[in-house]
């Protein structure tokens, strides 16, 4: 059947105005497997977008060849909100305007919201604790009223195209970064596909990482039920990665046909289409745990000088930037050095290079967990 369109109004913020989601779905509503797709969540990360559009083409063709097994839902812009968020020229996607926060955090808990229905419904059969855990989740979200506010209208019109899919993947990028994934540690090895087809350079591991991201909204629900359930089987049936597209001035047709043709590579290694794929091509790395990933912050507010560049391989201790304080009258003593605090390799780089007291501004991938590394694991 052909790529249907779904057209959802999230809200009218204005007379004459509208906010509009659009959902790209391929395969019947109710094929499995199923795979969800989106890009732009924080709406200043553009190479998504561009990968969406090269994905869009090639699922286009793939149905149109009657290579559809199951259904692939893909949101080609995932946050009209941001996208339309522009101060003084300057697109500001990450944080919601109004006071909402980072829109990648505090994603609602589903495990809470449908485990009193499955009170009595789940037992020793693996396959049929799936179907009914699936169905409560998309019955849950179905009976929620709509929210007043436009961003809680989005979380709802998201979590209601993913919750019941297979596999989720939320594409993103970082600042100056390397390619990489984050994935819940149950999904790794068995997402070592992913990794290996789109060529990441690391996958970075938490059961949960305390910041509530999207991705986790969905792989995190079946760990809980399976804890709030003990005597049923339940596996961890929503395999979900967060998708770091390299960096922010990664976008470009080339690389964009690349990472889409990729993607639709694991489609057909899962079973969503028909296809010849080829074997897998060499990973690139191992999965770290998130606690041992040093995120550097600076000290104070100055202007960034980097002593090394993506992929470099640094030592506890070594200078990984120079810190500059433009109002010191003696340049020889406003000059400090920021230090790596595990040996590993830099993942990531700030792009604007003078930044506030407490900014991050780089991410070294180590091996070993990092004491002061608890609780909120991510960058908001």
């Keep these: 059947m052909p790529r249907h369109i779904e057209r959802l109004v999230l809200s009218r913020p204005a007379p004459g105005t509208e906010r509009v989601l659009r959902a790209y779905r391929w395969g019947a509503p109710d094929a499995r497997p199923k795979a969800y797709l989106q890009a732009a969540l924080h709406a200043d990360e553009t190479p998504g977008l561009l990968v969406a559009h090269h994905l869009t083409r090639l699922l286009d063709a793939a149905e149109s060849a009657g290579q559809l097994r199951g259904q692939v839902v893909l949101v080609p812009y995932a946050n009209p909100l941001g996208l339309a968020q522009f101060v003084n020229g300057q697109q500001l996607g990450r944080y919601e305007l109004s006071g909402g926060g980072n829109f990648n955090r505090n994603w609602p808990d589903l495990a809470a919201l449908a485990g009193d229905a499955l009170e009595g419904r789940l037992g020793p059969d693996r396959a049929r604790n799936v179907q009914v855990i699936r169905a409560a989740l998309v019955e849950a979200l179905a009976e929620q009223p709509q929210p007043p506010k436009e961003l809680d209208r989005l979380r709802l019109a998201l979590a209601r195209l993913a919750c019941d899919a297979d596999l989720v993947l939320d594409l993103h990028c970082d600042d100056e970064s390397l390619f990489h994934l984050f994935l819940i540690p149950q ?194």
């Design 187 to 380: 999904h790794w090895p068995s997402l070592s596909d992913l990794a290996r087809e789109l060529g990441s350079q690391a996958v970075l591991l938490a059961e949960d990482s305390g910041g509530g991201s999207f991705d986790e909204a969905f792989s995190g629900p079946w760990l809980r039920l399976a804890r709030r359930f003990p005597d049923a089987v339940i596996p961890p049936a929503c395999e979900a990665a967060t998708v770091e597209l390299r960096g922010a001035a990664d976008v470009n047709d080339e690389i964009a046909r690349r990472d889409a043709e990729a993607l639709l590579r694991v489609l057909v290694r899962r079973g969503f289409l028909d296809g010849a794929v080829g074997e897998l091509p060499e990973a690139l790395c191992e999965a770290t745990s998130l606690d041992a990933v040093d995120t550097i912050k600076a000290p104070a507010a100055g202007v960034l000088s980097y002593r090394v560049g993506l992929g470099a391989v640094v030592r506890k201790g070594e200078v990984v930037a120079d810190l500059i304080d433009p109002a010191a009258e003696d340049p020889r003593s406003g000059r400090s050095e920021i230090c790596a605090a595990t040996d590993g390799f830099l993942l990531s780089r700030r792009a604007h290079k003078f930044v506030a007291a407490g900014d991050s501004v780089a991410k070294v991938v180590g091996r070993e967990p990092l004491p002061h590394r608890t609780g909120y694991l991510l960058e908001d």
